[in-house]
């Protein structure tokens, strides 16, 4: 995992160096984004993976009937970000973001319903971005970072420090701009979109 994220950052750093060869343009001094991504896979896992099913070739009957969990529903993670513009191809970002989980619980040897759990996660998490292509309405970038996920499960809470991985984002538009961005970790794993806007 740690060789698969720095070689993303210096795939990211080859191009945001490649990309300070095009044409500078003026850059935006600050910007904010709004977003929504689908449900955080670490987050689910992390709530949810001792109710994981049964592994296999384990025989033993507490392993074949412990209690299950039906579908987890998930609000999906909504976002916020403030964006800081370095120069064209250069800008940092900490980006803010909340997601809440639930799930039934079920008896393995009865199927009957024993509760509810529930969980939510909150994340605080900095970001260095390269532009690897500015060409006035569109944009195409990448970023790599690293931040805290604040987690909370009826009394118990934890702190874990957290990763996210985004090789392509798309923005299109000027001052308002929609964006579209892929990537891999805790804040969001698949895609993620939403609307910003430059000051």
Known sequence: MNRILLSAALLLLCAGFSASAQ??????????????AFKP?????YFFGSF?????????LEAIYHDYHGPIWSTGT?????DIYINSWFF????GGWAKFRADTFNGVTD??????????????????FRYLNRGWLRLYGGLGFGLGFY??????KVRIEPQFTPVGV??????????????????????????FNF
């Open 23 to 36: 044409e500078e343009v003026g850059p935006v001094r600050v910007g904010v984004r709004v977003g929504y």
């Open 41 to 45: 896979l670490t987050a689910s896992d």
């Open 52 to 60: 994981s099913g049964v592994q296999i070739g384990d025989t033993r």
């Open 78 to 82: 909504i976002t916020a970000t403030a």
């Open 92 to 95: 940092v970002g900490v980006n």
């Open 112 to 129: 009957a319903k024993t509760g509810t759990q529930e969980g939510s996660v909150c994340y605080v998490l900095p970001m260095a971005n």
């Open 152 to 157: 909370s499960e009826f009394f118990q809470k």
């Open 171 to 196: 923005e299109v538009g000027g001052k308002l701009f929609g964006f579209l961005e892929a990537g891999y970790g805790a804040l969001f794993c698949g895609v993620r979109g939403g609307i910003g």
